[in-house]
T-cell receptor, first 112, second 112 residues
Framework: SQQGEEDPQALSIQEGENATMNCSYKTSINNLQWYRQNSGRGLVHLILIRSNEREKHSGRLRVTLDTSKKSSSLLITASRAADTASYFCATDANNAGNMLTFGGGTRLMVKP | GVTQSPTHLIKTRGQQVTLRCSSQSGHNTVSWYQQALGQGPQFIFQYYREEENGRGNFPPRFSGLQFPNDSSELNVNALELDDSALYLC?????????????FGNGTRLTVT
């Protein structure tokens, strides 16, 4: 079963716009991670936010975490056509030892 | 990086399959995930120092091995049609919390 639920399931935007994806989860966590996957290939780690952190930035990426609401969001600013991919949140539950539980993903299409 | 072989495989229901993975240098933990089409990855099991140290909700016909050189195998016996999926191997630094996973590009298994 999948702990996380991403919202929306699919998102289509124009190049230059911002893209926001949301993730909800169910149990207490050690950290939450976001990964990107291009069309049937392996996942690439984007950013990790610890349970005691509220916001983290990496380049054009901004991640927030609200542990009281058990939710996270990923913001991609000034999107590019190359950002077209599926984005997954994954939670590392307390004492899970990096055995991640992934959500169903958001499929992002950025139109040039 | 993490390499997996083969990239694609077609098997018949009831057969057995072995998938292989070579971890990233310096990583001593390997995890395997199953990703059905259009869904997020699901955790199968994790190996650390050649011992299984965690398992997801998969039956015993899914088994694995990790070798001293940090290569690993995923074996699936008595294949079923629902085993058709992308199988992803991921390595990480064991014993380190907040250590992101490094994924291979996966093996696409089709069971007919």
């Amino acid at each position: 079963s999948q702990q996380g639920e991403e919202d929306p399931q699919a998102l289509s935007i124009q190049e230059g716009e911002n893209a926001t994806m949301n993730c909800s989860y169910k149990t207490s966590i050690n950290n939450l991670q976001w990964y990107r996957q291009n069309s049937g290939r392996g996942l690439v780690h984007l950013i990790l936010i610890r349970s005691n952190e509220r916001e983290k930035h990496s380049g054009r990426l901004r991640v927030t975490l609200d542990t009281s609401k058990k939710s996270s969001s990923l913001l991609i600013t000034a999107s590019r056509a190359a950002d077209t991919a599926s984005y997954f949140c994954a939670t590392d539950a307390n004492n899970a030892g990096n055995m991640l539980t992934f959500g169903g993903g958001t499929r992002l299409m950025v139109k040039p | 990086g993490v390499t997996q072989s083969p990239t694609h495989l077609i098997k018949t229901r009831g057969q057995q399959v072995t998938l292989r993975c070579s971890s990233q240098s310096g990583h001593n933990t390997v995890s395997w995930y199953q990703q059905a089409l259009g869904q997020g990855p699901q955790f199968i099991f994790q190996y650390y120092r050649e011992e299984e140290n965690g398992r997801g909700n998969f039956p015993p016909r899914f088994s694995g091995l990790q070798f001293p050189n940090d290569s690993s195998e995923l074996n699936v016996n008595a294949l079923e049609l629902d085993d058709s999926a992308l199988y992803l191997c991921a390595s990480s630094r064991g014993g380190a919390y907040n250590s992101p996973l490094h994924f291979g590009n996966g093996t696409r298994l089709t069971v007919t």
